[in-house]
Nanobody, 123 residues
Framework: QVQLVESGGGLVQAGDSLRLSCAAS????????MAWFRQAPGKEREFVAA????????RYSDSVKGRFTISKDNVKNLVVLQMNSLKPEDTAVYYC????????????????WGQGTQVTVSS
């Protein structure tokens, strides 16, 4: 069974950039759509970005569109979320999720999750 591990989080200032990585092991994600979600304290986990199995199609939440970019490397078994122009409201734990269908809402549409990585953006 595939396992997902996020990395790359940290403490940055508003306007800075971070690159989050999601490494898959124990199985291939080449045929699976992938997504990033985030959860701030006291809030529900919310959709951030998704990418089709081939990487040809991407979707973003309105709050991050134009600032974040999701990408997928099926050879390296890796998903990346490049975050630019970070804002304090981006502060959250970011989670990587896999398949079986590409969805832009609903955590129950994804059946495999990582443990999350903390992103903190100071003003």
């Amino acid at each position: 069974q595939v396992q997902l591990v996020e990395s790359g989080g940290g403490l940055v200032q508003a306007g800075d950039s971070l690159r989050l990585s999601c490494a898959a092991s124990g199985g291939s994600i080449s045929s699976r759509p992938m997504a990033w979600f985030r959860q701030a304290p006291g809030k529900e986990r919310e959709f951030v970005a998704a990418i089709s199995w081939s990487g040809s199609t991407t979707r973003y939440s309105d709050s991050v569109k134009g600032r974040f970019t999701i990408s997928k490397d099926n050879v390296k078994n890796l998903v990346v979320l490049q975050m630019n122009s970070l804002k304090p409201e981006d502060t959250a734990v970011y989670y990587c999720a896999a398949g079986p269908l590409m969805a832009t809402s609903g955590t129950n549409r994804y059946d495999t999750w990582g443990q999350g990585t903390q992103v903190t953006v100071s003003s």
